[in-house]
């Protein structure tokens, strides 16, 4: 069972960016990081393949957040750029058994346990 440790999150104002991390125990295969605010659903930030050569966006941070990684560190980021209040969420990385990213939170078998992210406008 690999274990995912996200680090990176804080508070940032309007207008500015933030670096998360996803260290995992293990290999891993696609990964994808996801979000909750407060009092709303969990819902798909964005997601990666394998090799990293394959990315898949939310609408909501299309152009502002970037995805990447580092298979010999088993490492996840995700760029935040032009970061706005409503994107104030605590931020999961999340592993799936498959090569393939997906933005379904129910592909995904294995959940960090989150950090937060708070925009202040």
């Known amino acids: 069972q690999v274990q995912l440790v996200e680090s990176g999150g804080g508070l940032v104002q309007a207008g500015g960016s933030l670096r998360l991390a996803c260290a995992a125990s293990?290999?891993?295969?696609?990964m994808g990081w996801f979000r909750q605010a407060p009092g709303k659903e969990r819902e798909f930030v964005t997601s990666i393949n394998w090799s990293g050569s394959n990315t898949y966006y939310a609408d909501s941070v299309k152009g502002r957040f970037t995805i990447s990684r580092d298979n010999a560190k088993n490492t996840v980021y995700l760029q935040m750029n032009s970061l706005n209040p409503e994107d104030t969420a605590v931020y999961y990385c999340?592993?799936?058994?498959?090569?393939?990213?997906?933005?379904?939170?129910?592909?995904?078998?294995?959940w960090g346990q989150g950090t937060q992210v708070t925009v202040s406008s």
């Open positions: 293990g290999r891993t295969y696609a």
């Open positions: 999340a592993a799936r058994s498959s090569y393939l990213l997906s933005a379904r939170a129910s592909e995904y078998t294995n």
